[in-house]
């Protein structure tokens, strides 16, 4: 089945560390997208790639960076110079165009210990 | 740029009740409009969305959204609320030019009382 695979699940970082959040697609789309979910916030865009080796900031960069070798991947690494990391990081893809919905990965939970 | 405002944060209701919540959006021309579920420690899924046409929009799981200009409202409907239907839920307002530019809703957390 295609879909979106993020991984791992739980993350636990202790201060001062870089960790990389992982995701995986396998259904072909060209754009990707990462999103911090914090509770009564929503979902703030980190950063997105529409396109192998090109990437953009969203709202909220600093203190992550992504990279895009591979039209399948996108994986995010949550620096130390991010001060408040311990979030829900949700992973997307959408085909490329306006408007087309966007499949949702299963969701990494990291937490700062 | 645009934006969206789920003005309840929490809302319950009984099994079988009907069920609205409520979408403002912000943003000068016809928007793309969008309605996801999110079960808990779950990602997104989709549920219904509007480019144009026909303002009542259709979706998964007998749930429907009608877009109102004069209002700048998208709210989402269900006549009969099943336990299964507990989760949070996200209205979503993007552009007719790229998806970047997506912005979400804070959320309404759902509770079905039996």
């Not at chain 1, 949550?78 to 306006?98: D, I, M």
């Not at chain 2, 009907?18 to 996801?36: D, H, I, Q």
């Not at chain 2, 239907?85 to 979400?104: H, I, L, S």
Request: glycine residues 10%; hydrophobic residues 30%.
């Amino acid at each position: 089945d295609g879909g979106i695979t993020q991984s791992p699940k739980y993350l636990f970082r202790k201060e001062g560390q870089n960790v990389t959040l992982s995701c995986e697609q396998n259904l072909n789309h060209d754009a990707m997208y990462w999103y911090r979910q914090d509770p009564g916030q929503g979902l703030r865009l980190i950063y997105y790639s529409q396109i192998v080796n090109d990437f953009q900031k969203g709202d909220i960069a600093e203190g992550y960076s992504v990279s895009r070798e591979k039209k399948e991947s996108f994986p995010l690494t949550v620096t130390s110079a991010q001060k408040n990391p311990t979030a829900f990081y949700l992973c997307a893809s959408t085909e490329q165009g306006a408007g087309t919905e966007a499949f949702f990965g299963q969701g990494t939970r990291l937490t700062v210990v | 740029a645009q934006s969206v405002t789920q003005p309840d944060i929490h809302i319950t209701v009984s099994e079988g009740a009907s069920l609205e919540l409520r979408c403002n959006y912000s943003y000068g021309a016809t928007p793309y409009l969008f309605w996801y579920v999110q079960s808990p420690g779950q990602g997104l899924q989709l549920l219904l969305k509007y480019f144009s046409g026909d303002t009542l929009v259709q979706g998964i799981k007998g749930f429907e959204a009608e877009f109102k200009r004069s209002q700048s409202s998208f709210n989402l409907r269900k006549p009969s609320v099943h336990w299964s239907d507990a989760a949070e839920y996200f209205c979503a307002v993007g552009t007719p030019y790229n998806n970047n530019d997506m912005r979400f809703g804070a959320g309404t957390r759902l509770t079905v009382k039996p």
